[in-house]
């Protein structure tokens, strides 16, 4: 394909004081919602806007490799509900015994509540059999596919609706209750809606199942500095 006329670069948008802090204020009041979501349903044209931003997610070789399958339907919800449960079960006595009762109280999913499932797939065909980026790494479309993820979660956050990501699930289950072809790769289960309160911070530190640790215990210089 020839480039186009028009693919020269073009003065890089300068963002306002004020529009730069309301992007980070929506990165650091993100959270994963489990159980504060309402019942009513989101509105078409706000959908669609926060699937665009997911949509504009950078891909690798410009694949785009996702789809979201909008789930609706409270039996296909209750489908997938029980195969949560069953690897819920099963997850729970991976953990101590001490610990086994702290699990077992935690939410770790609204796909009832939330009035919109979406599953986020990635095709790893999509593209075709060479992809640009994807010949010495292969993973790439599946961390594009994060990226539209993490897209699709801060617009939902800034149009003030909650997400909640589940990923406690057995994926051959998951795969088949959808349908899905051999080369399409669930990536994420997302619970949406209007939320009517969240935490002030992560939901497992405010019960004292972890702590977030510092931005400067994750900073190295040069190499692994273990």
């Known amino acids: 394909?020839?480039?186009?006329?028009?693919?020269?670069?073009?003065?890089?948008?300068?963002?306002?004081?004020?529009?730069?802090?309301?992007?980070?204020?929506?990165?650091?009041?993100?959270?994963?919602?489990?159980?504060?979501?309402?019942?009513?349903?989101?509105?078409?044209?706000?959908?669609?806007?926060?699937?665009?931003?997911?949509?504009?997610?950078?891909?690798?070789?410009?694949?785009?490799?996702?789809?979201?399958?909008?789930?609706?339907?409270?039996?296909?919800?209750?489908?997938?509900?029980?195969?949560?449960?069953?690897?819920?079960?099963?997850?729970?006595?991976?953990?101590?015994?001490?610990?086994?009762?702290?699990?077992?109280?935690?939410?770790?999913?609204?796909?009832?509540?939330?009035?919109l499932n979406i599953v986020v797939t990635c095709d790893r065909r999509r593209g075709g059999q060479v992809v640009l980026g994807k010949t010495q790494n292969p993973e790439m479309d599946l961390y594009s596919t994060v990226c539209a993820v993490q897209n699709l979660?801060?617009?939902?956050?800034?149009?003030?609706?909650?997400?909640?990501?589940?990923?406690?699930?057995d994926k051959a289950e998951l795969s088949a209750l959808f349908a899905l072809p051999e080369n399409v790769e669930i990536v994420a289960y997302l619970c949406l809606g209007h939320v009517s309160d969240m935490f002030d911070g992560p939901e497992l530190e405010a019960r004292g199942w972890a702590r977030a640790e510092s931005l400067d215990a994750a900073i190295m210089e040069e190499d692994w500095q273990g």
């Not at 009513?40 to 699937?51: A, F, V």
């Not at 504009?56 to 694949?63: E, F, Q």
């Not at 979660?153 to 699930?169: N, Q």
């Open 1 to 115: 394909m020839p480039p186009s006329s028009t693919c020269a670069p073009k003065p890089a948008r300068v963002f306002t004081d004020t529009e730069r802090q309301a992007l980070h204020d929506v990165i650091a009041h993100r959270r994963d919602v489990r159980n504060e979501f309402l019942p009513d349903p989101i509105e078409p044209s706000l959908l669609r806007r926060i699937l665009e931003a997911a949509h504009r997610a950078p891909s690798v070789g410009l694949s785009q490799p996702w789809n979201f399958i909008l789930v609706r339907d409270p039996a296909r919800k209750a489908d997938v509900k029980a195969i949560f449960d069953r690897a819920n079960d099963a997850a729970c006595a991976m953990f101590p015994e001490a610990r086994q009762s702290d699990y077992a109280r935690l939410k770790l999913e609204g796909i009832e509540k939330a009035p």
């Open 153 to 169: 979660w801060l617009a939902a956050r800034a149009e003030g609706v909650g997400m909640g990501w589940v990923s406690i699930y």
